[in-house]
């Protein structure tokens, strides 16, 4: 395997080192900076919250830029404030206590406070809408890339050119115009002609809305209730009253048992569904001799 060249490394700790300098400080700075934030507000550690609101309440009052004109006192009253909002809460607090008492869990207590800050201000419901519609959009025009390139290659194939070509003479009569002047009108006339082709492309369908993971995230319970009701139904009818096959559930048990897609089952002509079905492969040993002769007929053509 091929070394990352060093100045690729460099650039990987100068990252590293960034992040860590930026968003990873000691267990204490990120909430009061240097300062403690019991000092800020001259309190000790295990003082009540009825103690801590009095405390800050005088020294807010003694430095609040209002009544004091000093520019350290307003940077001052900036930390004491923010000191009052950690202490004041008790889940704030409890976290700044144990920072305090476990200095070394740096990465711990970075995100037990960024959860505090944040966490709490954000609607878990709101967050998973968002998400959900994000990650729809980027779905849907993922899906658009996909199938617009797909068809872009299809166009390019002869097979593609060739039917476009019939249709054009089907539709002109069999009379092709060859002036110099017609192709504008031959390129308008070929892309109404494209429209009119069913391009069935495996593995890049036509975007559509009801794929979405937010579309589908929604009817999800509409989706449950419907397979347990299929699923019921399909127990009744055959594990209970024991009723033969349907022709669409024979289908579905077969191609199931074949690991064949419902696209791909479609493309099948209807005499060898009817042969498929007719084997009853979701029996376990008429898949196995089916597989078996398979197999034979592969050999035989070798």
């Not at 429209?195 to 890049?204: R, S, V």
């Not at 077969?254 to 419902?262: F, I």
């Amino acid at each position: 395997m091929a070394m990352a060249p060093p100045v690729t490394k460099r650039w990987c700790w100068a990252l590293i080192l960034l992040f860590l300098f930026l968003f990873v400080q000691s267990s204490t700075a990120i909430y009061c900076g240097a300062e403690d934030c019991y000092a800020l507000l001259n309190v000790s550690q295990d003082a009540n919250a009825s103690d801590i609101k009095r405390s800050y309440y005088k020294l807010s009052l003694k430095h609040h830029p209002d009544k004091n004109p000093d520019p350290e006192s307003k940077k001052l009253f900036v930390k004491i404030a923010t000191a009052y909002e950690i202490l004041k809460d008790n889940e704030t607090r409890s976290q700044y206590d144990y920072a305090i008492e476990h200095p070394e869990e740096v990465f711990y207590n970075t995100a037990q406070y960024y959860r505090a800050k944040y966490g709490h201000k954000s609607d878990p419901r709101a967050v998973l809408i968002g998400l959900l519609v994000v990650l729809s959009a980027f779905q849907y025009l993922n899906n658009v890339a996909r199938y617009n390139e797909a068809i872009a290659t299809v166009k390019r194939t002869p097979a593609y050119k060739n039917k476009l070509k019939a249709l054009e003479l089907e539709r002109t009569g069999g009379v092709s115009n060859k002036k110099k002047g017609s192709k504008q009108i031959d390129q308008k006339l070929q892309e109404e002609l494209s429209n009119e082709l069913d391009l069935q492309i495996k593995g890049a369908e036509k975007p559509s809305v009801w794929e979405l993971l937010g579309v589908r995230f929604i009817l999800l319970p509409y989706t449950i209730i419907k397979l347990l009701v299929w699923y019921s139904s399909w127990v009744w009818r055959y594990k209970v009253k024991k009723a033969p096959y349907s022709w669409e559930d024979a289908s579905y048990l077969t191609r199931r048992s074949l690991g064949v897609s419902a696209d791909a089952w479609a493309n099948l002509d209807e005499y060898r569904k009817e042969d498929l079905v007719q084997r009853r492969l979701w029996e376990k040993q008429n898949l196995e001799n089916y597989f078996a002769e398979m197999r034979k007929d592969s050999k035989r053509r070798r």
